[in-house]
C-alpha cells in the first residue's frame, strides 16, 4: 500500500496537525464506500463486497498453503506485541556482522564458541576468512533451532541455548538489529513493534545486589533510588538514542533510498529476567517502572527468562506481588505483559501449572499474557477465562514457539479454548530468528490447524493494536466488538477524507492513528485482483 508519506515514529511523538494527518491516508481516497458496498452477509458493521470477495477467495484456497502463504504474506497484519529483539535477528545477519567486527570462531570438545579474535592463537578462525561450510552451518543451528530433528536435543534447550550461542555478537550492532526487524515486518505489511530489550541490565542488577531487600519493598525501592537508579534509567535512555541514531543512519529514513523499516512505528518493552536473585529482580523491576515512566518509547515491562526455571518457579508469587506494590505506588499507570502460563504438564509438576496466569492477571493485573499455554491446567480455569474476557486481557499466541519449547502443537494448543471463551488474541512472533520463521508464517499455521478464516485473522489483526501499549484512546469503542468512537462514527475506517471531528481525534491519539492506518491497509488488500 501506499497511503501517502510516512514517518517511523520511533522515537517522541508528536500529535500530527489536521493536514499531516490528511496526507498520511489522502492516497487511499478510492477506497470503496461502505454505504454503497456494505455485504448484507458482514460479520462487523463495516464489512464491504470486498471484504467477503477477499474471504471467499481464502476457503477455496485453503488446501493449497503455499497460496495462503502469498495472501498472508501481503496481508495487513497490524503489530507484533510479543518479539525478544535480540532473538528476532537470524543467525547469518550476527556472523556476518560478527565477520566485520573481527570475531572468530573457536570449537572445544564439538562445542563452538565465538569470541573476539587474537591475533597468533591458532585454535581461533575469523569469521570473515571462514570457508568451511561445515563449520559455517553448524554455527546457524546452534544459533537457532534449524535442523533441530538432528540436533539430539530438546526443542527447550537449543532454543535458549541459541540465546547464548548469539550473546558475543548479539548487541554489536543494534540499529542494524532493529533495522532488520523492522524491515523484514514492513516487507509483510506488519507497521507497528513492541521489540523487548533489556538496557542497562547488568548495572542494575548489580545495584540489586548491593541493596539487598530490605525490610519491606517501599523502603528497599527508596534504597535504590537513592543509590542511583535514577542515573541508571538516564543511561538507559542514552542506549535508546544511540540505537535510534545508528538505526536512522542504516536505514536512512530521512533520505532517497529510505528502507521499507521507516514505515514501522517501534516501541521497546523493558525486560526483567525472572530467574535472578530476589534482590536482581525487584531491581530489575523498579528500573523498568522508571523508565517506562520517564520515556515514551519505553511502553511497558514484561518478565522473560524459562518460566519452568527453578529460581522462576520459587518465586513466581513473590514476582506478582512485587509488580503489584510497584503499581499501586507509581504515579501513572505503566503496562504490564508478562510470560505466564508458558508451561506444560512434565515439564513441571502439576502444582506449578495450577496458578500462573491466574496470579499474573489478578495479582500483578497484566494488561496482556504471552503464551497462556497452559490454561486448562488453572484452578477453576473456566472462571479465570471469564475474567480474562471481561478484563480484555489479551493473549499473545506463539504458535511455532510453543511448539518447539513445549512440544505443544494441532489440537493440544489452548488456541481454541481462548477463541470460544471470547479472550482477545493477536498472533506473535517471539524469536522469528531463532525460530527460522516471520509474523506470515504464524497466521499461516494459525489458518491451517485451527480452520480459522480471514475474518478470524483479521480480528487479531485488530486485537494487536486495539491491546497494543501506545498511548491514547482506541478507534473502537469495545476492543474486539469493532464499534468506531463517537468522534469517528459517521467516517467510513481508514478512508483518506475522514471527517474533521474524527481527523482531531486520530491527530491526538497515536493508538487510534495506528488503527485507522491498518483500516487502510485492509480497505486497500481487500482489492487486490487476486481477492476476487
Known amino acids: 500500500m501506499d497511503c501517502g508519506t510516512r514517518r517511523m515514529f520511533f522515537g517522541w511523538w508528536a500529535p500530527a496537525t489536521l493536514a499531516l494527518l490528511l496526507s498520511l491516508v489522502v492516497g487511499c481516497a478510492n477506497a470503496p464506500s461502505l454505504q454503497s458496498e456494505t455485504a448484507s452477509t458482514a460479520s462487523d458493521a463495516y464489512e464491504t463486497r470486498d471484504t467477503e470477495r477477499a474471504a471467499a477467495w481464502f476457503e477455496e484456497h485453503r488446501d493449497q498453503p503455499p497460496a495462503l502463504r502469498i495472501f498472508l504474506q501481503r496481508m495487513p497484519k497490524g503489530g507484533d506485541l510479543h518479539s525478544h529483539l535480540s532473538g528476532a535477528v537470524y543467525a547469518e545477519s550476527y556472523l556476518g556482522w560478527g565477520a566485520e567486527e573481527n570475531y572468530c570462531v573457536r570449537e572445544v570438545d564439538e562445542e563452538m564458541e565465538l569470541l573476539k579474535c587474537v591475533p597468533g592463537d591458532p585454535r581461533l578462525t575469523p569469521l570473515a576468512t571462514l570457508t568451511d561450510s561445515k563449520i559455517y552451518n553448524r554455527l546457524i543451528d546452534r544459533m537457532s533451532t534449524r535442523n533441530l530433528a538432528f ?78 537508579l535514577a542515573d541508571l534509567v538516564a543511561a538507559g535512555r542514552d542506549e535508546l538514542d544511540k540505537m535510534e541514531e545508528e538505526l536512522q543512519r542504516v536505514m536512512d529514513c530521512d533520505g532517497a533510498n529510505a528502507s521499507p523499516g521507516c514505515e514501522v512505528t517501534i516501541r521497546f518493552l523493558q525486560q526483567t529476567s525472572r530467574n535472578r536473585t530476589p534482590a536482581e529482580v525487584f531491581a530489575q523491576l523498579s528500573f523498568a517502572f522508571e523508565i517506562a515512566r520517564a520515556d515514551p518509547r519505553m511502553v511497558g515491562l514484561n518478565l522473560i527468562s524459562p518460566e519452568d526455571d527453578r529460581v522462576a518457579l520459587r518465586d513466581y508469587t513473590a514476582h506478582m506481588q512485587m509488580l503489584a506494590f510497584l503499581s499501586s505506588t507509581a504515579p501513572e499507570p505503566v503496562n504490564i505483559a508478562l510470560h505466564a502460563g508458558e508451561l506444560t504438564l512434565g515439564l513441571v509438576p502439576p502444582e506449578d501449572l495450577r496458578f500462573h496466569i491466574r496470579e499474573a492477571v489478578e495479582v500483578a493485573r497484566a494488561h496482556r499474557i504471552g503464551h497462556g499455554v497452559d490454561i486448562a491446567y488453572e484452578n477453576d480455569a473456566l472462571e479465570l477465562l471469564a475474567v480474562m474476557r471481561e478484563r480484555g486481557v489479551l493473549v499473545e499466541i506463539c504458535l511455532t514457539s510453543n511448539d518447539i519449547i513445549l512440544d505443544v502443537r494441532d489440537d493440544e494448543h489452548p488456541l481454541p479454548l481462548y477463541l470460544e471463551a471470547g479472550v482477545p488474541l493477536a498472533l506473535a512472533t517471539d524469536d522469528e530468528g531463532i525460530s527460522r520463521i516471520d509474523l506470515s508464517h504464524e497466521f499461516l499455521r494459525a489458518a491451517l490447524s485451527y ?25 473502537w469503542q469495545q476492543p474486539g466488538e469493532f464499534a468506531l468512537t463517537p468522534a469517528c462514527a459517521n467516517d467510513t475506517p481508514g478512508s483518506g477524507n475522514p471527517t474533521r471531528a474524527c481527523a482531531n481525534f486520530l491527530a491526538a491519539s497515536e493508538r487510534a492513528w495506528e488503527q485507522w492506518r491498518l483500516e487502510a491497509e485492509l480497505l486497500e488488500f481487500e482489492t487486490l485482483n487476486w481477492a476476487h
Not at 514492513?186 to 530490605?214: D, F, K, W
Open 451 to 475: 480452520d480459522l478464516g480471514y475474518r478470524d485473522l483479521k480480528t487479531m489483526a485488530r486485537n494487536s493494536l486495539a491491546h497494543s501499549f501506545l498511548p491514547g484512546a482506541s478507534l
Open 151 to 228: 540436533a539430539e536435543r530438546t526443542g527447550h534447550s537449543d532454543f535458549f541455548a541459541a540465546f547464548r550461542a548469539a550473546s558475543p555478537v548479539s548487541r554489536l550492532r543494534e540499529g542494524e538489529v532493529v533495522a532488520e526487524v523492522a524491515t523484514r515486518a514492513a516487507e509483510q505489511t506488519t507497521y507497528y513493534l513492541e521489540l523487548m530489550i533489556s538496557p542497562q541490565n547488568l548495572a542494575v542488577r548489580e545495584l540489586g545486589r548491593q541493596i539487598g531487600l530490605r525490610a519491606d519493598l517501599a523502603s528497599t525501592r527508596d534504597a535504590l533510588l537513592e543509590a542511583g
